[in-house]
């Protein structure tokens, strides 16, 4: 009996030290989940990247299919333990519809909404801000049709 208890506690135990990164995991996902209140949680992406260089950062990219007449949120919310800033553009093969970081005021908006006019497949792209070492999560919300 004291045996299983033991590897009971040992197995339990390893478990947490995988959950070392917390901050970027589950507790960021519930934060922007409220900011999603009243719509429906569709899919979120995580971006992580080690600090890159400044001029070309390191960045994800993601296809995601929008619906014409659908209002989206999209909602960024980065880990406070790390000092980078998330960027995220929505764009198509041809113009970028929106963006989490206005350059001309240079002011970042973690939540932002795209008004879908066209059915087709969209590109989100993320990175950090000057290329530093960074943890956010992306959440996408349908708010309705509008």
Sequence with gaps: MLNKLALFILFF?????GDVHAQCGN???REAYQKIKGGTY??????RFEESS???PESDEFTIMLY????????VKNDKS???EAIIKLYDDFKIYASSYDEA???HHNIFEFFCQKTQAYYLS???KDGDKGCAIIMLGNMGKF
Excluded: C, M, P, Q
């Design 126 to 128: 993320g990175h950090f």
């Design 42 to 47: 569709l899919k979120d992406f995580r971006i």
């Design 68 to 75: 014409k007449g659908v209002r989206y949120r999209f909602v």
């Design 27 to 29: 507790e960021l996902k």
């Design 105 to 107: 005021s240079a002011t």
């Design 82 to 84: 790390k000092e980078g």
């Design 54 to 56: 400044k001029r070309n």
């Design 13 to 17: 135990s390893l478990l947490s030290l």
